[in-house]
């Protein structure tokens, strides 16, 4: 099924969950269609067709 990760069209399979795309939740945040989902979530929340995941990784600086 395609969805939008970060503004890209991306083909997962049927069933996957955020945890398939993002294996580590360290300096990650993710939100679904608009609304973050909490780390703890990502195993238990699986992905629809058109679906738009954000992803966004923390960077150390200043």
Partial sequence: MRINLNGH???VEEGAT???????ARGVAAALNGAVVPAGSWESTRLSENDAVEVVTAHQGG
């Fill in 9 to 11: 069209s991306r083909f």
């Fill in 18 to 24: 955020l945890q398939d795309l993002l294996p580590s």
